[in-house]
Each structure stands twice: as C-alpha cells, then as structure tokens.
C-alpha cells in the first residue's frame, strides 16, 4: 500500500515540477506552442499512468477478496474438508513435487 502511495506522490511532484517549468518556459514567446505541445503530452501520459494505477487497484481487490474467501473457508472449514483439500493439491501436485529429475536425492539412506 506504501508503495502506491509513494508512485502518487512523485507523480505528483513530477507533474508540479513540470507546470512550474512550463510556466518559466512560457514567458518566452517563441517557445510558446513548444510548451503547450509538451504540457499536453504530459498530461496524456498522466491520465494514462492514472488509469493504469486504477486498473491496478482493481486487479488487486480482486485479489483480496480471493485471497479472503480462500483464507475464511480454510479457517472455519471443517479438519475433513481441509484434510481433503490438501490430499487432492498434493495428488494434483505429485509429478511436480516427487517425480523430479533428483529421486536419488529424495531417497532414504
């Protein structure tokens, strides 16, 4: 969560820098439109990274809520059906987890 905040944060800073820039650069009269041109690349891109955080958030939600009814149902499940559970991961799993190319390693001495 710190993380997002922080990407927030200079964001925004980026973009106050770059308005106080812009506007250094458009007392120039030349280099006017030059400014205008940029500032609205900037504040497409803004919008863009914006969205992109959003739909991140959205995506991470998600994955709470996942997460929770995964962690509830294991919680307040009963011990059979837990029991059950983990029996069929491991079955679902055997290849990966014991048929390995290291079966002398995993072998008693």
Same mark, same amino acid.
């Given at each position: 969560?710190?993380?997002?905040? !922080?990407?927030? !944060?200079?964001?925004?800073? #980026? ?11 458009? /007392? ?16 497409? /891109?803004?919008? #863009? ?7 991140? /958030?959205?995506? !991470?939600?998600? !994955?709470? /809520? ?25 079955? #679902? ?17």
């Amino acid at each position: 969560m710190k993380f997002k905040h !922080i990407i927030a !944060i200079i964001l925004l800073l #980026s973009l106050i820098g770059n308005g106080i820039m812009a506007f250094y650069l458009t /007392k120039r009269p030349i280099e006017k439109e030059i400014v205008k041109t940029q500032l609205d690349t900037l504040y497409l /891109k803004r919008d #863009s990274v914006l969205i992109k955080v959003n739909q991140s /958030k959205t995506v !991470i939600k998600a !994955i709470e /809520k996942q997460y929770e009814e995964d962690y509830n149902c294991l919680i307040n499940g009963s011990v059979d059906s837990n029991y059950l559970f983990f029996i069929n991961y491991l079955e #679902s799993q055997r290849e990966r987890l014991f048929d390995s190319n290291n079966r002398d390693s995993v072998k008693a001495d």
